[in-house]
């Protein structure tokens, strides 16, 4: 469809009105009315405001998805699931409030927040009853946003942050009633602690304050004391990574304290009484002990660093009493600089082997796991895990380390050396530990000898091991846990050579849920099972579609009672949530390729479905166009696929200018592209986000989308590169060509970041692209000098793969006109906006077509409504420029008035 004329300059028109004369009048018509479109998208690409695009696309990128309803969050008595309402894309107003960047930390200074509080927060909360479907709200203070609700332990209250303009605020819900109370004045800090924790019985909650008596922020001096300082002086090879936001100096370094400095408190939701909680300190996380009398604490430590990001700086991992005291410190983990990748912090390793320490889901005191003492490897910090909040334990002997038996250790207050007490002791590592709700119960996972296993252990007969599932190369592992699903296991799409047996035949993850007392536990039926959740994955996987099934298994026998839910054979199927640890009845999520995911209540022994949800498809447009799978063979025989989507009408034969949008990936050999297919799921209804590029389809185009495969030598298969992304771009224009979809003549090529990157690459190598759009990319490699993607050599040891690999060297040769956009707050490593900067310079200087549009406020990829509809109203208007009416562009490429050039 046509754009709608915008103001044409009058020099132009008359340009085209003297070219148009000497032809036919029916020619004169249809080429004055493209040549006048051509100006219009001309004059469109200027403008320094944000415009907008065609209707249709703005009806797809603005279409009010978001008031549809999935039920993932169930309360932890499973009587209500909660909804948190967004109002649809941000504002770049909402982006736009001031804010800081101090060593990786987005700070909202003005409210005390992390920056995310302030622009990702829902405007609404709604409770829905997952047997009537029944929707409740919850009141929302006025002119607040709601962020990170945390329902109380029996589910009849939930906990929120509210956000204002100028604070964040404790809020309490009360379920049966849907209103709110402000539990506390003061405000939170809520950067580095952006959660509230409960204790057990529900009477309060734990939260990091401002300090009393805060002194106000610290100014940067007017007139700089000295030069910006960095040493290297140690012979020792330190690879940084390129992290866009640092800290620079001590005044930054000030900021940072100042702002993640808060009084940790301990509140009752009832009287609103505040127990403070030790001195303010950087507190980076807190763990509640369930009777609120103890406090898993890690503070963040001085000293900081110039060249590493706060999540690198050391911590001291403590245990406090209700009054502040230290009474245990578990570790303290020192500044961790680039080429050092030891664990620690909060999951991680602790010096003293204590691994990820978890409260007892009953009784009193924590757990955690260590080496068993003096058994070979017990010292060796290669081959700790580290169990979690959710149970999770880590990788075990992992990285070729030395294998060792580890043991379960109960550590019990006031959590001196001598308080321990030894609840079960392994014969091989533990890789993920959980306790039942009951705490009668250790459920763990480890591998030894090739085999991974699932086992229990009563803590009564801790010597007696209960296998519940044992394979030969399956990954062990928990899914779920805090009442909120997890995802379903059987192995992932990329995977590895090794892999294909338990691929097709996974017995899937062990069920956790939400403990009585927080946390996570295992789900534990009335008569003693457990459940695994697993997907069915198929190796014809576009006849016979992956299915989800929960088997129950009992705890002691370790036989298979019943297989309790599969998916349908013809429709996209999981499980939300189970509405008791029986599982009689469930939530159900399904949609098909024509029906839009809805949640459903489902008994479990009959297999009735009632409907809850009444999810719309806003896109139609979208959801109406044509999708093929069409499979590309390489010169070389590699083959891989590209989805190819066509607009609703299209009719046979026709060829269409056609985008190509794509992102490569690495692989050794034909197989190892083959497992990134296998998850595909054929029966899933097709769903769109503000920037799909598929939307070209409105507008005429045919849209291919394809990840090309580079293929070589394992560690050095970049040295293919540029090759191989000639083979694989050739490969897809000849097959599309042959099958009559496209018009050759007049192709688009475009990604974002990495194929950005590619864009410009091939666009230097290539004839034949008529213009490209390339976003957030990285376009010098010698300004990634230690690695980037799966490349991990560096500049010297890869020198020619990095200068082949970098198109700003090819600048010259680029054919075609290419579109870049960049955001100016892009964090993401790697790809710092000054590449675009640069090589737009260099573009203009060897005289190439091109542009840069830079967004304000945005990280890597824009987010707010502003920023998606300028994209792509400048992404439309370029390619009606250069690919749709190749050959028609021939206005003169003027600037436009009052525009430097």
Same mark, same amino acid.
Do not use: C
């Given at each position: !469809?046509?754009?709608?004329?915008?103001?044409?300059?009058?020099?132009?028109?008359?340009?085209?009105?003297?070219?148009?004369?000497?032809?036919?009048?029916?020619?004169?018509?249809?080429?004055?009315?493209?040549?006048?479109?051509?100006?219009?998208?001309?004059?469109?690409?200027?403008?320094?405001?944000?415009?907008?695009?065609?209707?249709?696309?703005?009806?797809?990128?603005?279409?009010?998805?978001?008031?549809?309803?999935?039920?993932?969050?169930?309360?932890?008595?499973?009587?209500?699931?909660?909804?948190?309402?967004?109002?649809?894309?941000?504002?770049?107003?909402?982006?736009?409030?001031?804010?800081?960047?101090?060593?990786?930390?987005?700070?909202?200074?003005?409210?005390?927040?992390?920056?995310?509080?302030?622009?990702?927060?829902?405007?609404?909360?709604?409770?829905?009853?997952?047997?009537?479907?029944?929707?409740?709200?919850? +009141?929302?203070?006025?002119?607040?946003?709601?962020?990170?609700?945390?329902?109380?332990?029996?589910?009849?209250?939930?906990?929120?942050?509210?956000?204002?303009?100028?604070?964040?605020?404790?809020?309490?819900?009360?379920?049966?009633?849907?209103?709110?109370?402000?539990?506390?004045?003061?405000?939170?800090?809520?950067?580095?602690?952006?959660?509230?924790?409960?204790?057990?019985?529900?009477?309060?909650?734990?939260?990091?304050?401002?300090?009393?008596?805060?002194?106000?922020?610290?100014?940067?001096?007017?007139?700089?004391?000295?030069?910006?300082?960095?040493?290297?002086?140690?012979?020792?090879?330190?690879?940084?990574?390129?992290?866009?936001?640092?800290?620079?100096?001590?005044?930054?370094?000030?900021?940072?304290?100042?702002?993640?400095?808060?009084?940790?408190?301990?509140?009752?939701?009832?009287?609103?009484?505040?127990?403070?909680?030790?001195?303010?300190?950087?507190?980076?996380?807190?763990?509640?002990?369930?009777?609120?009398?103890?406090?898993?604490?890690?503070?963040?430590?001085?000293?900081?660093?110039?060249?590493?990001?706060?999540?690198?700086?050391?911590?001291?991992?403590?245990?406090?009493?209700?009054?502040?005291?230290?009474?245990?410190?578990?570790?303290?983990?020192?500044?961790?600089?680039?080429?050092?990748?030891?664990?620690?912090?909060?999951?991680?390793?602790?010096?003293?082997?204590?691994?990820?320490?978890?409260?007892?889901?009953?009784?009193?005191?924590?757990?955690?796991?260590?080496?068993?003492?003096?058994?070979?490897?017990?010292?060796?910090?290669?081959?700790?895990?580290?169990?979690?909040?959710?149970?999770?334990?880590?990788?075990?002997?992992?990285?070729?380390?030395?294998?060792?038996?580890?043991?379960?250790?109960?550590?019990?207050?006031?959590?001196?050396?001598?308080?321990?007490?030894?609840?079960?002791?392994?014969?091989?590592?533990?890789?993920?530990?959980?306790?039942? +709700?009951?705490?009668?119960?250790?459920?763990?996972?480890?591998?030894?000898?090739?085999?991974?296993?699932?086992?229990?252990?009563?803590?009564?007969?801790?010597?007696?091991?209960?296998?519940?599932?044992?394979?030969?190369?399956?990954?062990?592992?928990?899914?779920?846990?805090?009442?909120?699903?997890?995802?379903?296991?059987?192995?992932?799409?990329?995977?590895?050579?090794?892999?294909?047996?338990?691929?097709?035949?996974?017995?899937?993850?062990?069920?956790?849920?939400?403990?009585?007392?927080?946390?996570?536990?295992? !789900?534990?039926?009335?008569?003693?099972?457990?459940?695994?959740?697993?997907?069915?994955?198929?190796?014809?996987?576009?006849?016979?579609?992956?299915?989800?099934?929960?088997?129950?298994?009992?705890?002691?026998?370790?036989?298979?009672?019943?297989?309790?839910?599969?998916?349908?054979?013809?429709?996209?199927?999981?499980?939300?949530?189970?509405?008791?640890?029986?599982?009689?009845?469930?939530?159900?999520?399904?949609?098909?390729?024509?029906?839009?995911?809805?949640?459903?209540?489902?008994? !479990?022994?009959?297999?009735?479905?009632?409907?809850?949800?009444?999810?719309?498809?806003?896109?139609?447009?979208?959801?109406?166009?044509?999708?093929?799978?069409?499979?590309?063979?390489?010169?070389?025989?590699?083959?891989?696929?590209?989805?190819?989507?066509?607009?609703?009408?299209?009719?046979?034969?026709?060829?269409?200018?056609?985008?190509?949008?794509?992102?490569?990936?690495?692989?050794?050999?034909?197989?190892?592209?083959?497992?990134?297919?296998?998850?595909?799921?054929?029966?899933?209804?097709?769903?769109?986000?503000?920037?799909?590029?598929?939307?070209?389809?409105?507008?005429?185009?045919?849209?291919?989308?394809?990840?090309?495969?580079?293929?070589?030598?394992?560690?050095?298969?970049?040295?293919?590169?540029?090759?191989?992304?000639?083979?694989?771009?050739?490969?897809?224009?000849?097959?599309?060509?042959?099958?009559?979809?496209?018009?050759?003549?007049?192709?688009?090529?475009?990604?974002?970041?990495?194929?950005?990157?590619?864009?410009?690459?091939?666009?230097?190598?290539?004839?034949?692209?008529?213009?490209?759009?390339?976003?957030?990319?990285?376009?010098?490699?010698?300004?990634?000098?230690?690695?980037?993607?799966?490349?991990?050599?560096?500049?010297?040891?890869?020198?020619?793969?990095?200068?082949?690999?970098?198109?700003?060297?090819?600048?010259?040769?680029?054919?075609?006109?290419?579109? !870049?956009?960049?955001?100016?707050?892009?964090?993401?490593?790697?790809?710092?906006?000054?590449?675009?900067?640069?090589?737009?310079?260099?573009?203009?200087?060897?005289?190439?077509?091109?542009?840069?549009?830079?967004?304000?406020?945005?990280?890597?990829?824009?987010?707010?409504?502003?920023?998606?509809?300028?994209?792509?109203?400048?992404?439309?208007?370029?390619?009606?420029?250069?690919?749709?009416?190749?050959?028609?562009?021939?206005?003169?490429?003027?600037?436009?008035?009052?525009?430097?050039?």
């Amino acid at each position: !469809m046509m754009r709608s004329l915008r103001s044409v300059p009058i020099a132009l028109l008359s340009a085209l009105t003297l070219a148009l004369a000497a032809l036919p009048l029916a020619a004169q018509n249809s080429q004055a009315i493209v040549a006048a479109q051509l100006a219009a998208d001309r004059e469109l690409l200027a403008k320094e405001s944000y415009i907008t695009p065609p209707a249709e696309i703005v009806r797809l990128v603005t279409a009010p998805r978001h008031l549809n309803v999935t039920l993932t969050q169930p309360s932890p008595d499973r009587r209500h699931f909660l909804k948190e309402q967004s109002d649809g894309l941000p504002s770049v107003t909402t982006f736009g409030k001031p804010h800081y960047y101090l060593g990786g930390l987005q700070v909202d200074f003005k409210a005390n927040r992390v920056r995310t509080l302030t622009t990702r927060g829902a405007v609404g909360l709604q409770l829905i009853d997952p047997v009537t479907g029944k929707t409740t709200a919850i +009141d929302l203070p006025k002119n607040a946003t709601a962020s990170n609700p945390s329902w109380s332990p029996e589910g009849k209250q939930l906990a929120y942050i509210a956000n204002f303009e100028d604070a964040s605020q404790l809020y309490v819900a009360d379920i049966a009633t849907g209103k709110s109370t402000a539990i506390i004045k003061a405000p939170l800090l809520a950067t580095l602690v952006n959660t509230i924790e409960w204790t057990a019985d529900g009477k309060s909650v734990v939260a990091v304050l401002l300090p009393d008596g805060r002194k106000p922020e610290p100014k940067r001096p007017e007139v700089a004391v000295g030069p910006i300082v960095r040493l290297a002086m140690d012979p020792v090879k330190d690879p940084e990574r390129n992290y866009a936001s640092l800290l620079n100096d001590p005044y930054e370094a000030d900021l940072l304290e100042y702002y993640t400095t808060g009084q940790l408190a301990l509140i009752d939701v009832k009287t609103h009484t505040v127990k403070k909680i030790g001195p303010p300190t950087m507190i980076q996380s807190v763990d509640v002990s369930p009777d609120g009398l103890y406090f898993h604490v890690i503070t963040m430590q001085r000293p900081f660093s110039y060249i590493v990001q706060y999540s690198s700086f050391g911590t001291a991992d403590q245990l406090w009493d209700a009054t502040g005291k230290v009474l245990s410190t578990i570790s303290k983990r020192p500044l961790r600089l680039g080429n050092d990748t030891t664990g620690g912090g909060r999951g991680g390793r602790s010096s003293d082997s204590k691994r990820g320490l978890s409260w007892m889901p009953q009784g009193p005191g924590i757990f955690f796991l260590e080496s068993v003492p003096g058994t070979r490897g017990a010292d060796s910090t290669d081959s700790a895990g580290a169990v979690g909040r959710g149970g999770r334990a880590g990788s075990g002997a992992a990285g070729g380390a030395t294998a060792r038996p580890d043991r379960v250790v109960q550590w019990l207050p006031p959590f001196g050396p001598t308080d321990t007490k030894v609840l079960y002791e392994s014969h091989a590592p533990i890789s993920n530990l959980a306790f039942s +709700d009951d705490a009668k119960w250790i459920f763990a996972t480890a591998t030894s000898g090739g085999f991974g296993e699932i086992y229990a252990v009563n803590v009564t007969e801790p010597t007696k091991k209960y296998s519940i599932v044992r394979q030969r190369s399956y990954t062990p592992s928990f899914v779920g846990g805090r009442g909120v699903r997890g995802g379903a296991a059987g192995g992932g799409g990329r995977g590895n050579a090794d892999d294909t047996l338990t691929f097709y035949n996974n017995p899937g993850a062990m069920l956790l849920k939400r403990g009585t007392a927080g946390g996570s536990v295992a !789900m534990v039926s009335q008569d003693g099972g457990v459940y695994l959740q697993g997907t069915q994955y198929y190796h014809d996987f576009l006849a016979s579609a992956p299915r989800e099934f929960i088997d129950k298994i009992d705890i002691k026998t370790g036989t298979k009672v019943r297989r309790v839910f599969e998916s349908a054979a013809d429709a996209a199927e999981s499980i939300a949530a189970p509405l008791d640890d029986d599982f009689s009845r469930a939530i159900v999520n399904r949609e098909t390729v024509s029906q839009v995911s809805d949640s459903y209540l489902r008994d !479990m022994q009959s297999g009735t479905l009632t409907k809850l949800t009444n999810n719309k498809d806003y896109t139609p447009d979208f959801t109406g166009a044509i999708r093929k799978r069409v499979v590309v063979t390489r010169a070389d025989g590699f083959q891989f696929v590209v989805k190819l989507t066509l607009p609703p009408d299209y009719k046979a034969g026709t060829r269409l200018p056609a985008m190509f949008w794509f992102y490569p990936y690495e692989y050794t050999e034909q197989a190892g592209y083959d497992r990134t297919l296998r998850t595909e799921n054929v029966n899933r209804f097709p769903v769109g986000g503000p920037r799909t590029i598929e939307y070209l389809v409105t507008q005429g185009y045919a849209v291919a989308n394809f990840d090309p495969p580079i293929v070589g030598e394992a560690g050095r298969m970049n040295d293919n590169y540029t090759s191989d992304l000639q083979m694989n771009l050739i490969a897809v224009i000849d097959e599309l060509d042959k099958q009559g979809y496209i018009d050759r003549t007049r192709l688009g090529l475009g990604g974002h970041s990495y194929g950005a990157f590619s864009t410009v690459n091939a666009m230097t190598l290539t004839p034949y692209f008529k213009a490209g759009i390339a976003g957030d990319g990285m376009y010098n490699r010698t300004l990634t000098p230690t690695g980037f993607q799966s490349e991990r050599r560096d500049l010297w040891s890869g020198q020619k793969t990095y200068l082949d690999m970098s198109p700003m060297l090819r600048a010259d040769k680029l054919q075609g006109a290419l579109l !870049m956009y960049h955001s100016l707050e892009d964090q993401n490593v790697g790809t710092d906006p000054i590449s675009s900067i640069r090589m737009m310079q260099a573009l203009r200087a060897a005289g190439k077509t091109s542009a840069l549009f830079m967004y304000p406020y945005e990280d890597h990829g824009p987010a707010t409504k502003e920023s998606d509809l300028d994209q792509w109203g400048r992404w439309t208007a370029w390619l009606d420029l250069y690919v749709k009416h190749a050959g028609e562009n021939q206005v003169k490429k003027a600037a436009p008035p009052n525009v430097q050039p």
